[in-house]
């Protein structure tokens, strides 16, 4: 089994900042493309952040020089560090990782719970 688990959502000021957090555990084999996602109420999911194996980053442009994402190899897990945010932020936010398990002989989608983050005055 392979499990995603998400911290760090929260209340915060416009202006504000918060970091993620999602760590991977179970039976992992291999872990690829890492990365988040939003979804606001009444709309479409949103790509926010990805995070290669190879270190590439890219970002979706509502967030560009404002998120940044990274990850820690060792402990599977990866960040989004928020700053400036502005209340259209506010959404639930959903870790994603495509993950080789022991279990398997292709790569997987795995998805965090979702963590709220709710940027208001």
């Known amino acids: 089994q392979v499990q995603l688990v998400e911290s760090g959502g929260g209340l915060v000021q416009p202006g504000g900042s918060l970091r993620l957090s999602c760590a991977a555990s179970?039976?992992?084999?291999?872990?690829?493309?890492m990365a988040w996602y939003r979804q606001a109420p009444g709309k479409q999911p949103e790509l926010v952040a990805t995070?290669?194996?190879?270190?590439?980053?890219s970002y979706a442009d509502s967030v560009k020089g404002r998120f940044t994402i990274s990850r820690d190899s060792a402990k599977r897990t990866v960040y989004l560090q928020m700053n400036s945010l502005k209340p259209e932020d506010t959404a639930v936010y959903y870790c994603?990782?495509?993950?080789?398990?022991?279990?398997?002989?292709?790569?997987?989608?795995?998805w965090g719970q979702g963590t709220h983050v709710t940027v208001s005055s």
């Open positions: 179970g039976t992992i084999f291999s872990t690829n493309n």
């Open positions: 994603n990782a495509r993950i080789l398990s022991t279990s398997s002989t292709y790569y997987r989608d795995y």
């Open positions: 995070s290669t194996r190879g270190g590439s980053t």
